[in-house]
C-alpha cells in the first residue's frame, strides 16, 4: 500500500484580501474624498486598507484579542456630575427622548480638550449615545478622541482608513459589493460591535462623512438602552439573571490549527448578562441578537427561550430607544454628524432602508477598549439609582 499526502492550502476563512487588494478608491464619494483630502490620507495606493497579514487561526486572534494595556486609564470617573465646562462650549444640550440619546448643538469635538472630553465620557456612560452633527473632524481626530477614552481597538480584519489601523471604514457599498438589500426581507440585526473582545468595547465613535442624500432621508441608526431593558424585567428575573454569564460570539471566524478539517469556528467569550457600568455604576443587560449564543449553564432549549425574551425587550420597546436620522447641512455637504455611543449599555440597529450601491453611505469608526465586563454584587439600577420607582 502507499501513503499518500493531502496538501492543504489555508486562506482567512472570510476571504477578505489583505493589504489594498480590494481596492474600491475611485467609487469614494466626494465628500469623502474632500474629507480625506484635507486631512492628509493618502488613498494613492488604493482604499480602504486592510492589514498586510489577515489571522488564519483562532489562537492568533484569540492572542491579539487578548492583549492588555497597562497605561488604559478610565474616562468619565472623576469628571464634574453637572459636565459644566462641556455643557459651556455647547449651544444646545437637548435630550432626544427620556431614556436614551442626547444632541449637544454648536460645539466642535476637535475642539475639545481633555476635561471636556473627561465630562463627555460621563455623558455618554449615562444617556447612552450622544451626537453631534455640521462636525470637520479629521480621521486623526477622531482617532485622538478614541485614544483618550481608551485603547483603541486595532481590527485584525476589518479594512481600514490607509496608515491608520485604528480608524475602520464604515462604507456600504464597499462592504456589501454585489450584495443589494432585498427589500422584502429583514436586513440588519440589533447588536453590540466587537462583543467577542475579552476587554469590554466601551465607546464607539462613529462619524459619517458622507449620507444618503435622496429625499434628504435614509441610513439612520437606532439605540437602545441596556439599563432601561434591566429595570423592565420582573425583580425575580433580574435576580436570576444577575452573576450569570452568557457566551457572545465573533461574526469572523477562523481554523482551529489542531482541528483545521471541522471547519472554520468562531471567536467566543464569555461576558455577565448583567453588568455593572464602571462609571454610574447601575446594572445593564448585556445580550444582543446577533452575537449572544448561550446562557452558561442552562439546557440550550432554556437558554434559547429566556435570550429570545430578552432580546425582544430590547428590541420591541420603544420608549426605551432612540433612532438617529444623520444629517449634513445643504449649504455645506463638506460636514458630517458624529455618534458616541458606550457599547455596554446599549444595542444599536443600522437601518438598511437605502441602496448603497446608488445613495453612498460612508463613515469612519474608532472604537475604544475598556477593562473586562464586571457584575458587583449589590449595585443598583438606573431606576433605583435615580430614585423612579
Ligand atoms: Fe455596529
Redesign the pocket.
Known amino acids: 500500500m502507499t501513503e499518500s499526502t493531502i496538501e492543504i492550502q489555508l486562506t482567512n476563512a472570510s476571504k477578505a484580501k489583505e493589504g489594498f487588494g480590494d481596492d474600491y478608491s475611485a467609487h469614494l464619494p466626494e465628500p469623502t474624498k474632500t474629507r480625506f483630502a484635507k486631512y492628509g490620507i493618502d488613498i494613492s495606493k488604493g482604499y480602504p486598507e486592510r492589514p498586510s497579514k489577515i489571522p488564519i487561526f483562532l489562537d492568533e486572534a484569540y492572542m491579539i484579542r487578548d492583549a492588555k494595556d497597562p497605561n488604559f486609564v478610565l474616562r468619565g470617573i472623576d469628571a464634574d456630575p453637572d459636565k459644566k465646562a462641556l455643557f459651556a462650549k455647547a449651544q444646545e444640550v437637548n435630550n432626544l427622548t427620556k431614556h436614551i440619546g442626547t444632541e449637544i448643538v454648536g460645539l466642535q469635538l476637535s475642539d475639545l480638550n481633555e476635561q471636556e472630553l473627561d465630562e463627555l465620557a460621563l455623558l455618554v456612560s449615562e444617556r447612552i449615545v450622544v451626537f453631534f452633527r455640521n462636525q470637520d473632524l479629521s480621521p486623526q481626530t477622531q482617532l485622538e478622541i478614541g485614544e483618550f477614552f481608551g485603547t483603541v481597538e486595532k481590527n485584525p480584519v476589518a479594512a481600514q482608513v490607509p496608515g491608520y489601523p485604528g480608524i475602520t471604514t464604515i462604507w456600504g457599498k464597499f462592504l456589501r459589493q454585489k450584495r443589494v438589500p432585498n427589500f422584502k426581507k429583514v436586513f440588519g440585526i440589533w ?3 466587537l462583543d467577542f473582545e475579552f476587554r469590554a468595547t466601551s465607546f ?1 465613535h ?1 462619524h459619517l462623512d458622507t449620507i444618503p442624500l435622496q429625499n434628504g432621508a435614509g441610513g439612520d441608526t437606532a439605540w437602545v438602552s441596556g439599563y432601561a431593558a434591566f429595570d423592565k424585567l420582573s425583580t425575580p428575573l433580574q435576580k436570576f439573571l444577575e452573576g450569570k454569564y452568557a457566551i457572545h460570539r465573533s461574526n469572523q471566524r477562523l481554523f482551529d490549527r489542531d482541528d483545521i478539517l471541522s471547519g472554520p469556528k468562531h471567536v467566543e467569550r464569555d461576558h455577565p448578562i448583567v453588568i455593572t457600568h464602571p462609571i454610574t455604576g447601575w446594572k445593564a443587560l448585556f445580550v444582543n441578537r446577533s452575537n449572544t449564543t448561550k446562557i452558561m449553564g442552562l439546557e440550550p432549549a432554556e437558554s434559547q427561550m429566556i435570550l429570545n425574551y430578552l432580546f425582544d425587550v430590547l428590541e420591541k420597546n420603544l420608549d426605551i430607544q432612540v433612532r438617529f436620522n444623520w444629517t449634513v447641512p445643504q449649504q455645506d455637504r463638506m460636514l458630517g454628524a458624529s455618534a458616541i455611543w458606550d457599547n455596554r449599555v446599549c444595542n ?1 440597529y ?1 437601518i438598511a432602508d437605502y441602496d448603497d450601491q446608488q445613495d453612498q453611505r460612508h463613515g469612519t469608526r474608532v472604537v475604544s477598549l475598556s477593562d473586562p465586563l464586571v457584575y458587583i454584587e449589590g449595585s443598583k439600577s438606573q431606576r433605583e439609582a435615580l430614585g423612579l420607582d
Do not use: E, K, V
Open positions: 447588536h453590540t460591535d464607539s462613529l444599536h443600522a
